[in-house]
């Protein structure tokens, strides 16, 4: 059984940082690409970033130059680093792997940027 568990969200101020982690189990990641999205109130999700396994990172122009996405293979564990947030940056944050050809996503870890 996948599992994907988000952590790591919270309520920050304008230009602060927040670290995303997502542990997953139930197999291991580390040959498959992994990705995090987003979706905020009243909107449709959308992509923020992927890593491949190798380690090749491709990012949403909203986020590029202010998120790093990374992972753990060890650990099968994946992480968003977040600095410079905006407002338009509060979503709840889902990470996702596409394992034997199904997509899994995890439960969501809220982020809120507001002063």
């Known amino acids: 059984q996948v599992q994907l568990v988000e952590s790591g969200g919270g309520l920050v101020q304008p230009g602060g940082s927040l670290r995303l982690s997502c542990a997953a189990s139930g197999s291991s990641f580390s040959t498959n690409p992994m990705a995090w999205y987003r979706q905020a109130p009243g909107k449709q999700r959308e992509w923020v970033a992927t890593?491949?396994?190798?380690?090749?990172?491709n990012y949403a122009d909203s986020v590029k130059g202010r998120f790093t996405i990374s992972r753990d293979n060890a650990k099968n564990t994946l992480y968003l680093q977040m600095n410079s947030l905006k407002p338009e940056d509060t979503a709840a944050y889902y990470c996702?792997?596409?394992?034997?050809?199904?997509?899994?996503w995890g439960q969501g870890t809220q982020v809120t940027v507001s002063s």
């Open positions: 996702n792997v596409v394992w034997r050809g199904r997509p899994y």
């Open positions: 890593i491949t396994s190798g380690g090749s990172t």
